[in-house]
């Protein structure tokens, strides 16, 4: 039988192109997969080491207007970012396999350069709004003022464009931020400058669930351990309508795929932020928007009230800090 003999190619035009897949593909992997991957040779260390680097630098991935940086101070600390999918915005439930590169050279590019994604989940078909095509000001029928904060805004219903003035809540995160480690509380959002009372900070994003669904994941996270990768960030908001006979609810579950409003922790004492509903004209759906309830320092953390009531006696441990610390995180039923 002819023997035959093979040798090792010496043709770097093969293993170029094999790097740039990877380039390409490692964005996609999470910190585990890029870990033991980064592992296998030089070239692909350094190319996860961008990627850490680029996910390290903007929580947000290029879908907000300015970047918001991960910072841990803790010297034995290993994770130098929180893993998640990001969205702007509500969004429908995604499956388990889905994915989005995160750290690639330019996957920020791309969403800056296309524009804000469309804040409304929902619209309904033949709604009317304001006919203010050169402008809205304080007298626009949409605008109906609850004290300092909005709750109403103009909407897909209205003449005007993604300019005007009562569209506050719509354009994404306009001042900085920053996500910061704590030792007990673990991440949380911080200001990185100073921001005025009543300034519209983000809208609560994530997977807009069914009652029945939201308390179903609800079961299955308080299965799991307290300390893991996993951080559940379930929202439920009940409102009563003026009939006092029914209640709304809005299911928003970011935990795996949600904004930077996950990180935001709870205090006991009410803490800095307001939780606004807020409603547009032509939307079906309300939206979930924080803003500041007084003026916030630069380098103070960010952070609301979860609720009063706590139906866990031997629940959560509270780390606020507040005089009126409970000592435990509020807990009810889903």
Known sequence: MEERQYKRTSDPLPQEAFFQCAAIVLPYLNPTELASISSTCKTLYQISTLITSRRTSDASGGFENLPIPFLNPIAADSQPY?????????????????????????????RREAGRADPFLFRVEGASGCECAGGCGDCCPCLEPDGFLLTRECGPGCKCDSGCGNRVTQGGVRIRLKMVKDEKKGWGLYAAEFIPNGKFICEYAGELLSTKEAKQRQQAYDKLPPI??????????????????????????????GNITRFINHSCDGGNLDTVIMRSSGALLPRV?????????????????????????NGQQCFCGSSSCAGILPSEHT
């Open 289 to 313: 928007c924080f803003f500041a309830s007084r003026d916030i320092q630069e380098n103070e953390e960010l952070s609301f009230s979860y609720g009063d009531v706590r139906l866990k006696p």
């Open 228 to 257: 893991g990768c996993l951080s559940p960030a379930l929202l439920v908001v009940k409102e009563h309508l003026p009939s006092g006979n029914t209640c709304m609810r809005i299911n928003i579950d970011a935990t795996r795929i």
């Open 82 to 110: 929180s893993y998640f999918l990001y969205t702007p915005t509500q969004t429908l439930r995604v499956g388990l396999e889905f994915r989005r590169p995160w750290g690639s050279d330019d996957d920020a590019r791309p």
